[in-house]
T-cell receptor, first 116, second 115 residues
Framework: GAVVSQHPSWVICKSGTSVKIECRSL??????MFWYRQFPKQSLMLMATSNEGSKATYEQGVEKDKFLINHASLTLSTLTVTSAHPEDSSFYICSALSDRAGHEQYFGPGTRLTVT | AQSVTQLGSHVSVSEGALVLLRCNYS??????LFWYVQYPNQGLQLLLK??????LVKGINGFEAEFKKSETSFHLTKPSAHMSDAAEYFC?????????????FGKGTKLSVIP
């Protein structure tokens, strides 16, 4: 089946630094990818929709200057958390919408970010 | 606006017993409905989805769900629980058309299976 990978799977960074998370569709192309955030014992919250070659669309309340999204190719989207703070600590999950007929959506395994 | 309510954050069943995980939704457009399973430290795996075809949807691993418009429900069932079913289950709703993939998730239900 289709696979979406995320890298890194786990990262610790210091407050004030930036961290980049990669989301790759390994065996299919994805014009559209989504970024979600999941707090402990909470649901996934859609942060933004990433479209290849264009600016991401952010959900209400998500700071676009803090969560920079780049979708430079049909298989890669990146999320950069800039000037990270402890409250940014969370589980970040991406999903990729396959360009194949049927447009199935596949989720990555997630990246756990801890900001100290 | 869309929303999803999953009744019961934690459900325990005995191995071999019926699994019933409840989901109610709210949507201003005909909804697409999904059930996902999440194992520890893993991403979401699609169990099944409803996209306005048959109201009884069969998914993987023996799970099925029935769309009931009058009750705005999409409950997930499995006749006989296995130990391997222990995981977190999320119900999600998407709109129709281009918005069908921008999902709103419920808070999840953790399923425990007792041997």
């Amino acid at each position: 089946g289709a696979v979406v990978s995320q890298h890194p799977s786990w990262v610790i960074c210091k407050s004030g630094t930036s961290v980049k998370i990669e989301c790759r569709s390994l065996d299919f192309q994805a014009t559209t990818m989504f970024w979600y955030r999941q707090f402990p014992k909470q649901s996934l919250m859609l942060m933004a929709t990433s479209n290849e070659g264009s600016k991401a669309t952010y959900e209400q309340g998500v700071e676009k200057d803090k969560f920079l999204i780049n979708h430079a190719s049909l298989t890669l989207s990146t999320l950069t958390v800039t000037s990270a703070h402890p409250e940014d600590s969370s589980f970040y999950i991406c999903s990729a919408l396959s360009d194949r007929a049927g447009h199935e959506q596949y989720f990555g395994p997630g990246t756990r970010l801890t900001v100290t | 606006a869309q929303s999803v309510t999953q009744l019961g954050s934690h459900v325990s069943v005995s191995e071999g017993a019926l699994v019933l995980l409840r989901c109610n939704y709210s949507s201003s457009v005909p909804p697409y409905l999904f059930w996902y399973v999440q194992y520890p430290n893993q991403g979401l795996q699609l169990l099944l989805k409803y996209t306005s075809a048959a109201t009884l949807v069969k998914g993987i691993n023996g799970f099925e769900a029935e769309f009931k418009k009058s009750e705005t429900s999409f409950h997930l069932t499995k006749p006989s629980a296995h130990m391997s079913d222990a995981a977190e289950y999320f119900c999600a709703v998407g709109g129709s058309g281009a918005g069908s993939y921008q999902l709103t998730f419920g808070k999840g239900t953790k399923l425990s299976v007792i041997p």
